[in-house]
């Protein structure tokens, strides 16, 4: 089983949560931005978008540096192996359980078939 901490596990996924910030991301992956430009980019003010960006920066997933009057923003250094792993698990758990189910409704199908030719 994948070990965690809990209390980053929790805080990437809450900051994962939103779309805003998710977006923030994408952004981040295509180059630095300061948070004014995010914000415009998002039609958000300074102070929201300064909320979604200390989110990201709490998960460690966001990194800040000021130089002057500006707040540059760029990918966090941290990979997100963890919680892949985690929703991998969840993914093959599901994809098994639905391929059963897949098996359990040929099966009827089969048997609706046969059944159908027997009664005529």
Not at 13 to 36: C, K, Y
Not at 97 to 119: P, Q, S, W
Request: aromatic letters at 6%; hydrophobic letters at 40%.
């Amino acid at each position: 089983m994948v070990q965690y901490s809990a209390a980053r596990f929790d805080a990437s996924f809450a900051a994962l949560s939103d779309a805003t910030r998710r977006g923030v991301l994408e952004q981040l992956g295509r180059s630095d931005a300061s948070i004014t430009e995010l914000a415009q980019k998002f039609h958000m003010t300074l102070t929201g978008m300064k909320k979604h960006v200390g989110v990201l920066e709490q998960a460690g997933l966001v990194t800040t540096e000021k130089i002057g009057r500006v707040r540059t923003c760029r990918l966090g250094q941290r990979p997100l192996e963890e919680e892949a792993a985690w929703i991998e698990r969840y993914r093959r758990l599901w994809a098994q359980r639905f391929d059963e189910l897949d098996k359990i409704v040929e099966e009827l199908t089969d048997k609706e078939k046969a059944d159908g030719r027997k009664k005529r």
